[in-house]
DNA sequence: CAAAAACTTGACTATTTTAGTCGGGTATAT
DNA sequence: ATATACCCGACTAAAATAGTCAAGTTTTTG
């Protein structure tokens, strides 16, 4: 049950521009130097960061990157669905007729994991950017 | 974010078994055909919950898998334990001196992933597999 | 204008993880 | 005896992941 590292990227990539832009466009650049995350997978995430309306982008020279919403209002779950990173626990789709195991009832635990997923949906729909930023002695 | 298929699994065959077990073991034969699980990969999965005290076992004609607890007392967070499904939703150890970036100290999203972690924990230390028996019309 | 900074994009690959199988056991009830 | 059912390590094919590469385009600044 781990997170992938696009979306953990994305969320710290996210959290240093919240942190260090002074109204100012962020490049790459400086994130990747500052969190120690790769610049060209950092591209490819900012694309779809880019893609999905989490940001928007400043080209040439001091350009870079900006948060559309203030870090007040960036959900967690937006960060997430702009990188497919879905919380689906299980395969079974939610609407689709066919279980889990090709039977056409659900199965015994599906109700489960349903729970399971609203669960941890409504922790990210309720996070928002700025609440990782409260305690910035952790941030390096 | 996906739990894996064989925690899946398990949960499924015990939410079987505490239907179906008359105070009689259960064979993973008759747990295969009634969930649609392959009976050699339950065979691997079950070792793994009787390694960890989740099942007992009983050999021979007739024999199968025994509860040690009753569904009621059965934590699903057992369960994901028995079969080394951490929830930790990212690679950095909470008690290392090493931050997910190899740095000295804490990432800025670092005590985000952990408030995570206990939240999805607690959601599991707190069902039990009685729970799930609950609307026993979405048995198979 | 030239050059550098910085975003744009699709494709590509190595590694790791996952899911599931195989083969050859051992114990026990009837 | 023999069928039933657990026991256990090793193995493999397929999928997902993490990250790279190449070849751009756009804009600022000297
Ligand atoms: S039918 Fe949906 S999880 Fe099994
Ligand atoms: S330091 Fe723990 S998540 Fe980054």
Known sequence: ??????????????????????????????????????????????????????????????????????????????ILLALDQKVKTIGCKKDSKKSCNGKSTKCITHNFWDELDIHINSFFENKKLSDLLKNKEARI
């Open 1 to 78: 049950m781990k997170l992938n590292t696009k979306s953990r990227y994305a969320v710290m990539a996210l959290a240093d521009m919240a942190v260090f832009s002074n109204a100012n466009a962020v490049s790459l650049r400086d994130i990747s130097l500052r969190q120690g995350i790769s610049l060209l997978y950092l591209e490819q995430i900012f694309l779809r960061l880019k893609k999905n309306n989490i940001v928007k982008s400043v080209r040439g020279t001091n350009g870079g990157y900006i948060l559309i919403k203030s870090p007040k209002e960036l959900k967690i779950s937006d």
